[in-house]
């Protein structure tokens, strides 16, 4: 068995990352209140009543993430990327350095396409 590199970010922890900001997402707050708290299978009425909790989620109907691989790929190569490719910069400067480059990068990867 392989030793774990203690610098390097695991992807069962980008995995619930993800699943942490989309539990926590306007989107599917909106989806929720909407819906009234209520499955829309069968009816049922989230509740935290002690003697029947129920608890209602959010189902992706175009399936959600379909190529963790690939979403995981994206985050290692664009902000997970080796140490080297990094560097420390004050909040003014790296302002200035992201606003700067955004137009020339801006084309280089677009990780919402087909959303």
């Not at 990352?17 to 009234?36: M, N, P, Y």
């Not at 129920?54 to 992706?60: A, D, S, T």
């Not at 909040?91 to 084309?107: A, G, I, N, S, W």
């Amino acid at each position: 068995m392989a030793k774990k590199d203690p610098t390097r970010t695991t992807n069962s922890q980008i995995r619930s990352t993800f699943r942490q900001l989309f539990l926590r997402s306007r989107e599917r707050g909106s989806r929720i209140k909407a819906d009234k708290y209520t499955c829309q299978r069968c009816g049922v009425k989230q509740s935290r009543r002690k003697d029947h909790i129920v608890k209602v989620e959010v189902h992706h109907k175009n399936g959600g993430i379909q190529n963790w691989a690939a979403l995981i790929a994206a985050v290692r190569e664009y902000l997970l990327c080796d140490p080297s490719q990094l560097e420390t910069l004050c909040v003014d400067c790296h302002k200035d350095e992201t606003y700067h480059t955004l137009d020339e990068r801006q084309d280089e990867f677009d990780p919402l396409a087909g959303c």
